[in-house]
């Protein structure tokens, strides 16, 4: 079956509309981490004094008009699949005017050769965000079309089953909403950092001991810094946090500063880390892999390549003895599937796109339609074919029309 047309559009699906007030304010409220981690973990380095984020954020910087950007691949039959990723008109654009003319012709079963492909084409720009994010939409759209023509839903085609449940974890500061909704595994994000010094660290010991004392020991907690730390102070906050039993500190430091985190393995080999959501394809979890430095990998499976990016990924991972858990996993219909189909992957993140205001149901999170949300502490993909989602064509438009 040989493809007939790539190409990247809007999502201007029917949004799922919130009914339920909020039950009481958020004391988190207007500040990202809510929904990501970016102002409290970086406001340990700025944002206390500057709030530069949030005023990016407000010019749709980091998130806004055309942020989004869905892809459709079609084929002879007119059978068509779905993918997703972000950052808008470039995405589209690397879609449309570099991959899309390359692959019309090519049989629709051949994800593994059009992933090599995709990534020879765009290697002259570099494995960037922008590059892995339009391959991510793609490669997504490729195997949500190929589990339309065979009638099987992904996690299936991959060789998983859904009869035993993977532990969820959920990512936000309000932790005791988090536990009524039926959590059991938890996630905070950092409120202060290198520039508080002493006083910070012991603000952070305050947070991580309250939530400790409120979810008990039966439960995992785990610390997320958001790319904000340097090495001493990563070490100084891993050694005070000891008594509190976390299962990673994830993102410690920026994403491209690998041979940093090898001086903080070093520095603290004892400490669980984990990091990976802003890496872009596939050798810098290889290189992470092969030196040890890292113990969970976090990839975003709409950045980093899509799919077949991170089954490379997942390999990679378990002949090194290690895991990975997939950046917001939880929070699409594509990140579920994966994490179901490929033994490597430990547990599911619920972040942002899944979490609700305090007292509103989570079905009332706004999502893609056919998009299953955690019920009872637990989360299943859609055994429809492909990934499951419920999408009309005339709710994509093309993006540049």
């Known amino acids: 079956m040989k493809i007939t047309k790539v190409k990247a559009v809007r999502t201007e699906y029917p949004r799922i509309p919130q009914k339920t007030k909020p039950r009481k304010a958020d004391k988190y409220a207007g500040k990202i981490a809510t929904g990501s981690p970016m102002s409290t973990s970086l406001g340990g380095r700025y944002f206390h004094t500057e709030g530069w984020w949030d005023h990016a954020l407000m010019k749709g910087v980091g998130a806004g008009i055309e942020r989004d950007v869905g892809c459709i691949v079609e084929c002879e039959d007119g059978s068509w699949g779905f993918g997703f990723s972000d950052r808008g008109r470039i995405t589209a654009s690397i879609i449309d005017d570099y991959i899309a003319p390359n692959l019309i012709g090519r049989n629709v079963f051949e994800t593994e050769k059009i992933y090599d492909m995709m990534t020879r084409i765009l290697s002259p720009i570099g494995s960037n965000s922008f590059s892995t994010r339009a391959i991510s939409a793609v490669d997504l759209a490729l195997w949500d079309l190929k589990g339309k023509l065979l009638g099987r839903p992904i996690y299936e085609i991959l060789g998983g089953s859904i009869t035993e449940k993977i532990p969820l974890y959920a990512s936000s500061n309000n932790t005791e909403w988090l536990k009524e909704l039926g959590f059991k595994n938890f996630k905070r994000f950092i409120s202060w950092g290198p520039r508080d010094q002493l006083s910070g660290i012991n603000k952070v010991e305050k947070e991580i001991a309250d939530a400790r004392d409120l979810i008990g020991y039966e439960s995992e907690l785990m610390l997320d810094c958001w790319l904000s730390m340097d090495i001493e102070t990563t070490v100084r906050v891993s050694e005070q946090l000891k008594p509190y039993k976390l299962k990673w500190i994830e993102d410690a430091l920026l994403s491209e500063s690998i041979t ?28 992470a892999a092969s030196k040890g430095i890292i113990d969970i990998l976090q990839p975003d499976i709409t950045w980093v ?55 509103v149901p989570l079905e009332e999170k706004d999502r893609f339609p056919g998009t299953p949300v955690p019920k ?24 540049f029309s």
Not at 269 to 282: C, D, F, K, R, S
Request: aromatic content about 8%.
């Open 376 to 399: 009872d502490g637990t989360i299943i993909p859609s055994d429809a074919p492909g990934f499951g989602l419920e999408m009309k064509k005339e709710w994509l438009p093309d993006f």
């Open 260 to 287: 940093q985190y090898e001086v903080l393995r070093n520095r603290i080999p004892q400490q669980t880390l984990a990091t990976g959501e802003h890496w872009y394809g596939v050798h810098p979890f290889s290189h």
């Open 305 to 359: 390549g899509g799919l077949s990016a991170i089954i490379k990924i997942v390999h990679i991972a378990e002949s090194a003895g290690i895991d990975v858990i997939l950046h917001g996993g939880g929070g699409s219909a594509f990140g579920q599937h994966a994490s179901y189909g490929l033994t490597g992957i430990s547990m599911i993140e619920c972040s942002g796109p899944v979490i609700t205001p305090i007292g």
